[in-house]
């Protein structure tokens, strides 16, 4: 244990050290090639203009190099393994596909993955617009989004033990210890298994995702609405607009395009989810994911060819996303 | 904004009410573990942790001694004892004979049993039964009672779980993984993010937008060809082909994408002037970077700081694929993903694990939410 804690701190050392001896090491070496100081006036110019050739790809190289290695060649190798076979040696066409559409599990996981692309992103945007709003107005609203916001923080596997607690069932004449079955109880229903119950079983581990993303909902959206310009509301106000119409007709327009950004980063995220089921059922009671999915063919089937496609799926569900975020920026950057 | 709404009282009232109840919501699921992990093992299952400061009660069953035990004394017969053993903080309330009454008698008053015989049992669970004649027959006398349960904190949990259940030598190994898988790519991502937004070169703006398309790229896409490739490099080296090194440069590689973008719109907005002042002042590229970008840029690398170790300590994806699962290399959520199978109905050690998880990054949170919030406002707000 001694010598990890140890191992760990020499390779922040020799990570750290060696990018700096790298970028300073490399910055010298061109200088050094091409000298711009002591040199006379024209070949000075000619060296300056070859360094300025060479030096952003000393800057950007070890990033270009990692990207490379960990997500560009993975991305072109997935695409690959998705017409190939369980090890990945031979072609086998469109067979994957085919399977994954003729696969119940698989068609299950759509299904759900669907539902969960309706519920959450919506459920999230809403209740982030809503405790935003509500908040702005209270000399406590500070702490209220602190707390709300909290869950961000945590882990998804540590937000399902807290809400297997919450859903926690124990057999009748049992004191219930869950306290969604003990309110449940307590107004005169009868407990339930809420997450092996199929179909409604999902909503309940939305619940989960719902609970955690509203804060990041919540923050942008407050921060965004913080953003209309008063007088705008202040003339609504004076023109005799009620609030609900100076909600509707001046801040949600206003404010259109951050909830068009919260919403596909949710969307985004809803794409992946993969540790809530993982934790919560497993994909039993026809609750898995693509995600999920994806995994149990990976490790346990140990399929690649199945797997990558799979992956390729969830990647199709991101690229109108991704075309509209590049589209985007380019037209907004432009120089920088 | 505007005050006008709610300017009613009823209206404002209303709006605390309302925020009230998110809060509550929000808040009640963490607090019901961090409750359930200070409670002692037998309450947690016995009564609803919203309880916990209460004073619970519940009926039982005792038996009392045999005629072995009994004395002879002012020519009664007695038989003496205690229903509860040493050390037990329960609170006799009232007890009975039959299962149907359990709580017939208070508890200190004498019984009645009929034939002279009486019983007396008091608070601390201490008894007298006495006969004017013998006490007969080896079977011994089952009654019934009533005890209050005082509220029961306790740390014991916590030991249990960091020394025996593995949580204390995981959260070691969240470290090892999380600090190095932080640092690393910080200044990889800041000379990139300068280059990107300062310098002029050709395919610049194809970079950007490679950058910007890799960031939702999911994680999915990477994990097969990677794993095949680490597999690879270790059986040709003769290695292990699952390291810290190895799940270091992953995550490395996965933040990068947001780590340049977060970067560079930072640098990008920096004032122009300073850098072309520096510039006409004789320094180069890297002079101005080091002396002049990094120090502006604190507040923004701080915040990928945050979410960067955020990330990685919640991570349970990154980590299963590329890390063993033995007690050497389990991070704290692959450990809390597998109690979960193999601890399901213990509460008190699944509600501790998972308090000692949460525990880093909400202190992070609370400690740092300013950095958090800004670095969540610029990485998501421009680009999207």
Redesign the interface.
């Known amino acids: 244990m001694t010598a990890q804690i140890l191992s760990a701190i020499i390779t922040v050392l020799i990570g750290v050290g060696g990018c700096v001896i790298y970028f300073w090491g490399a910055n010298r070496l061109i200088d050094l090639v091409f000298p711009s100081r002591g040199v006379s006036g024209a070949a000075a110019i000619d060296n300056l203009r070859r360094q300025g050739y060479i030096r952003p790809w000393l800057f950007v190289g070890p990033a270009l190099i990692i990207l490379t290695v960990y997500l560009i060649y993975p991305a072109i190798a997935t695409f690959y393994y998705s017409f190939h076979d369980r090890g990945g040696q031979s072609f086998v066409g469109l067979s994957n596909y085919s399977w994954a559409l003729g696969d119940r599990e698989f068609r299950q996981a759509i299904f759900n993955n669907l539902l969960w692309l309706l519920v959450v992103p919506a459920a999230c945007t809403f209740l982030g617009l809503v405790i935003a709003v509500l908040t702005d107005r209270i000399w406590w609203g500070t702490i209220a989004k602190s707390l709300i916001f909290m869950p961000l923080a945590i882990s998804f596997v540590g937000a399902s033990v807290i809400w297997k607690f919450v859903y926690e069932y124990r057999g009748d004449g049992q004191t219930q210890i869950g306290i969604l079955n003990a309110l449940v109880q307590f107004f005169g229903g009868d407990p339930q298994v809420w997450v092996s119950t199929p179909f409604w079983n999902n909503f309940f581990l939305m619940v989960i995702l719902i609970w955690i993303q509203t804060g990041f909902a919540m923050v942008i959206l407050s921060s965004a609405l913080r953003g209309i310009p008063e007088e705008t509301i202040e003339a609504a106000t004076i023109d005799g607009a009620s609030p609900f119409q100076i909600f509707w007709k001046i801040m949600i327009p206003q404010i259109w395009g951050t909830i068009a950004v919260v919403w596909t980063t949710i969307t985004i995220l809803v794409l992946k989810v993969f540790d809530i089921i993982l934790t919560m059922t497993n994909g039993q009671w026809n609750t898995n994911t693509l995600a999920n999915l994806m995994f149990d063919w990976m490790f346990r089937g140990t399929d690649y060819g199945r797997g990558a496609t799979i992956a390729i799926v969830i990647m199709l569900a991101v690229v109108p996303i991704m075309i509209w975020n590049i589209r985007q920026a380019t037209r907004e950057g432009g120089g920088h | 904004?505007?005050?006008?709404?709610?300017k009613s009282f009823f209206g404002?009232f209303g709006?605390?009410i309302?925020?009230?109840a998110?809060?509550i919501i929000?808040?009640?699921?963490?607090l019901?573990?961090l409750v359930?992990s200070l409670r002692a093992k037998d309450q947690?299952?016995?009564?609803?942790?919203?309880t916990a400061l209460t004073t619970a009660s519940h009926t039982d069953a005792g038996r009392l001694g045999g005629a072995a035990n009994q004395v002879e004394k002012d020519g009664k017969f007695l038989i003496m004892g205690n229903l509860f053993g040493a050390g037990d903080s329960r609170t006799l309330t009232a007890f009975g004979i039959k299962a149907q009454a359990p709580a017939e008698f208070p508890a200190g008053s004498v019984a009645d049993l009929g034939d002279g015989v009486t019983l007396q049992v008091n608070n601390d669970g201490s008894y007298v039964m006495s006969s004017p004649v013998a006490f007969e027959g080896d079977r011994a006398r089952r009654i019934y009672y009533a005890a209050s349960i005082p509220p029961d904190f306790t740390a014991e949990n916590y030991k249990t779980v960091l020394l025996s259940e593995g949580i204390g030598?995981s959260f070691?190994?969240s470290?090892?993984v999380t600090?190095?898988a932080t640092?690393?790519p910080i200044?990889?991502?800041a000379?990139?993010a300068?280059?990107?937004?300062?310098?002029?070169?050709p395919g610049?703006?194809l970079?950007?937008?490679?950058?910007?398309?890799?960031?939702?790229?999911?994680?999915?896409?990477?994990?097969?060809?990677?794993?095949?490739?680490y597999n690879g490099v270790g059986a040709f080296f003769g290695v292990p082909a699952k390291t810290?090194?190895g799940i270091?440069?992953?995550h490395?590689?996965?933040g990068?994408?947001f780590a340049?973008y977060l970067l560079?719109s930072y640098i990008?907005g920096l004032p122009r002037e300073i850098m072309e002042s520096a510039r006409i002042d004789g320094a180069?590229?890297?002079e101005i970077?080091v002396k002049i970008v990094l120090p502006l840029s604190f507040p923004v690398l701080a915040s990928f700081a945050i979410f960067q170790f955020?990330w990685v300590?919640?991570?349970?994806?990154v980590a299963?694929?590329f890390l063993r699962t033995d007690a050497?290399q389990m991070v704290l959520?692959a450990r809390?993903?597998n109690l979960?199978g193999s601890r399901g109905g213990n509460?008190e050690i699944?509600?501790t694990?998972?308090f000692v998880?949460?525990l880093v990054?909400?202190a992070?949170?609370?400690s740092l939410?300013r950095y958090f919030?800004r670095g969540?406002?610029a990485g998501?707000?421009?680009?999207?």
Do not use: C, E
Request: no cysteine.
């Open positions: 904004m505007a005050r006008s709404p709610g404002r709006v605390h309302a925020v009230a998110f809060v929000w808040t009640i699921p963490t019901g573990i359930s947690i299952v016995a009564s609803g942790w919203w030598r070691i190994n470290l090892t600090v190095p640092i690393i200044l990889i991502a000379f990139a300068y280059a990107l937004a300062w310098m002029r070169f610049r703006a970079l950007i937008a490679t950058i910007i398309g890799l960031l939702v790229v999911p994680l999915q896409m990477s994990l097969i060809p990677l794993l095949k490739m810290y090194l270091w440069l992953a490395t590689g996965f990068l994408p340049i560079r990008a180069s590229d890297f970077f955020l300590w919640n991570d349970l994806l299963m694929v050497d959520t809390l993903n979960l509460w699944l509600t694990s998972a998880t949460i990054p909400l992070v949170f609370f939410q919030v969540l406002l998501s707000v421009k680009g999207g």
